[in-house]
């Protein structure tokens, strides 16, 4: 009840635009606003690549082996990628591999 009282003697005692200035003058030094959703959100989103990369991959071999039973699996092709990587026609080039 207290609270309420001094808020009506406040709001009678200053004016809008008095309260308007005031806050203005405060609002550079509240505390900033958290950036917890934001990160959840981006961890939230990594994760569910990574696991949709790992099922897009292992669907890939499963495809392969049904074709090709008991043959090694080639790597696969980045399907987002289109930039240079170190593998040709599904095998590591020779000068790569480590004997």
């Not at 309420?4 to 003697?9: A, E, I, P």
């Not at 991959?57 to 699996?73: A, I, T």
Request: charged content about 25%; overall charge positive; proline content about 9%.
């Amino acid at each position: 009840m207290a609270s309420y009282l001094w808020r009506k003697y406040a709001d009678y005692l200053h004016t809008k635009w008095e309260k308007t200035l005031l806050w203005d003058m405060i609002e550079p030094y509240r505390r900033p606003k958290s950036f917890t959703p934001l990160v959840t959100i981006y961890i939230c989103a990594f994760y569910t690549g990574v696991i949709g990369a790992a099922i897009t991959e292992q669907l890939y071999k499963e495809k392969y082996w049904e074709d090709h039973p008991g043959e090694d699996v080639p790597l696969m092709k980045p399907k987002f990628y289109g930039g240079p990587w170190r593998v040709m026609r599904g095998d590591v080039p020779p000068f790569i591999k480590e004997s």
